[in-house]
C-alpha cells in the first residue's frame, strides 16, 4: 500500500489535514513532515527524502506543494503521485521577494504575532461559519511553530525556482486542487500546473479559499480519494 506524506503549508503543522488523516488514516500509512529546519527548498526537500520511505505519494498544500514540487524535482523515481494544493509553481516575483524583507525583521524582533494576524491570515479565507475557528487554529499553529520556522520558511521561499519542467517530466497521476475564492494562489496558477502535468486531475473546490482541507474538508476527501485510488 502506498504511503502519503502530507507537507503543510507555510506556518502549519499537521492540523492543517485534521479532516484529511481523519478519513484517510484508516485506508493508507500516512505521514506529516514538518518543513521549516532549513532555509532553502533544496534542503527542505533533501530533510523530506530522508524521513520518507523508498516510494510514496505526497501531497503539499501552499509552501507544502511547492516543497512537494522540489523532492519531486531532486527524486523523481520515488513518488508514485502527486497532489498540490493551491499553491504555485513559479519562482518568486520581486515585489513578494520585497515584502518579505521587512516581514522578517518584524518576526526578528517579536511581532511573529502581528505579521500573521496584519499580514498572513487576511488572506486565508473565503467567508464562511467556520472561518473564525480556522484563523484562530491558523495563529494557533504559527505561534506554536515560532520565529525561527517563520524566517526559515521565508528565506526559502523568496528563493524557490520555477518547477515547470518538473511538472512537465511527471507521468504518473497528479492531483491539482484549489479552492475557487484563493487570492494567494489562484486558479490559474493551478490550470497552469494541470496543463504542465500530463497525467492529472484539475479540481475547484466552491466555496472556499487557500485552505480547502479545513473549509471544506469532505469535497478535498473526496478529490484525494479519487487520486489515491488511480495510483
Not at 134 to 151: E, K, P, S
Amino acid at each position: 500500500m502506498t504511503p502519503l506524506l502530507l507537507l503543510p503549508g507555510m506556518m502549519c503543522d499537521a492540523r492543517l489535514y485534521g479532516p484529511q488523516m481523519d478519513v484517510l488514516s484508516g485506508r493508507i500509512p500516512i505521514m506529516t513532515c514538518p518543513i521549516g529546519g532549513q532555509d532553502s527548498m533544496a534542503d527542505l526537500a533533501a530533510d523530506i527524502l530522508a524521513y520518507a520511505p523508498p516510494r510514496f505519494a505526497i501531497a503539499g498544500l501552499s509552501m507544502g506543494g511547492i516543497v512537494a514540487m522540489e523532492v519531486l524535482r531532486q527524486a523523481p523515481d520515488r513518488v508514485l503521485g502527486i497532489a498540490l494544493i493551491d499553491t504555485n509553481p513559479l519562482a518568486e516575483k520581486d515585489e513578494v521577494k520585497a515584502r518579505r524583507v521587512p516581514q522578517i525583521e518584524t518576526v526578528r524582533n517579536g511581532g511573529l504575532r502581528t505579521v500573521m494576524r496584519e499580514e498572513m491570515k487576511p488572506n486565508y479565507l473565503t467567508d464562511g461559519p467556520q472561518r473564525g475557528a480556522i484563523l484562530d487554529l491558523c495563529m494557533d499553529m504559527a505561534m506554536d511553530l515560532g520565529a525561527d520556522v517563520f524566517i526559515n520558511q521565508s528565506k526559502a521561499l523568496r528563493g524557490r525556482i520555477d518547477q515547470s519542467d518538473t511538472l512537465r517530466g511527471f507521468t504518473r497521476p497528479a492531483l491539482v486542487l484549489c479552492g475557487r475564492e484563493d487570492v494567494l494562489c489562484p486558479v490559474e496558477r493551478h490550470v497552469l500546473m494541470h496543463d504542465l502535468l500530463p497525467n492529472s486531475r484539475l479540481e475547484i473546490i466552491e466555496n472556499a479559499g487557500h485552505l480547502p482541507t479545513l473549509e471544506q474538508s469532505d469535497k478535498t476527501n473526496a478529490a484525494l480519494i479519487r487520486w489515491l485510488e488511480e495510483l
